[in-house]
């Protein structure tokens, strides 16, 4: 079955502190790679996704990850961290053998819970 | 656009009681799932719709959980009669054509 692992559940930094939060799949075929975000009373938000091509994709707010698919991970990573990057942070999976138009369910790793102090 | 919209935003129900929950995708969007969240655990596929039809419904808990998408627009997710252990956070996504999902500000169900 296929499951993602994340390896903090809990990170505090300080502000300016580079963050890298794992995040490690397990599924034999090609996947789609993403990172939600859910900051203190709101909504998931997508911060960047990996379907194909260059490994390495930038997302919202300066956050960019890495997919290496040899070590089935897609690690999420930050050079200089700020307060308002305190939040939640949730790696997830689709299998991309989905119809196109059909979709499929996203499995989600546990969540890290990011404190960044002042 | 509108984005994803669920109703309510909490609800606290007695065990034994039944309780309705509702989503209303992104116009356009095809395809719904529900998922939910129980005590800090991970976020769990429950179903997935295609326009009105259940296109896998494999992490739904129990047959006191049903969903229904009537017209392809928006789901009702009744849980009836509602357990202890069905408390959480119940999310509602959507998408397009693609794999991106869009996802709602959940809602908040405490069993007592």
């Known amino acids: 079955a296929q499951s993602v692992s994340q390896h903090n559940h809990h990170v505090i930094l300080s502000e300016a502190a580079s963050l890298e939060l794992g995040c490690n799949y397990s599924y034999g075929g090609t996947v789609n790679l993403f990172w939600y975000v859910q900051y203190p009373g709101q909504h998931l938000q997508l911060l960047l996704k990996y379907f194909s091509g260059d490994p390495l994709v930038k997302g919202i707010k300066g956050f960019e990850a890495e997919f290496i698919k040899s070590k089935f991970s897609f690690n999420l990573r930050k050079p200089s961290v700020q307060w308002s990057d305190t939040a939640e942070y949730f790696c997830?999976?689709?299998?991309?053998?989905?119809?196109?138009?059909?979709?499929?369910?996203?499995?989600f790793g546990q969540g890290t819970e990011l404190s960044v102090k002042p | 656009e509108a984005g994803v919209t669920q109703f309510p935003s909490h609800s606290v129900i007695e065990k034994g009681q039944t309780v309705t929950l509702r989503c209303d995708p992104i116009s356009g969007h095809d395809n719904l799932y529900w998922y939910r969240r129980v005590m800090g655990k991970e976020i769990k596929f429950l179903l997935h719709f295609v326009k009105e039809s259940k296109q896998d419904e494999s992490g739904m808990p129990n047959n006191r959980f049903l969903a229904e998408r009537t017209g392809g627009t928006y789901s009702t997710l009744k849980v009836q009669p509602a357990e202890l252990e069905d408390s959480g956070v119940y999310f509602c996504a959507s998408a397009g054509r693609g794999n991106e999902q869009y996802f709602g500000p959940g809602t908040r169900l405490t069993v007592t």
């Open positions: 997830a999976v689709i299998s991309s053998s989905s119809h196109y138009n059909q979709g499929g369910k996203l499995i």
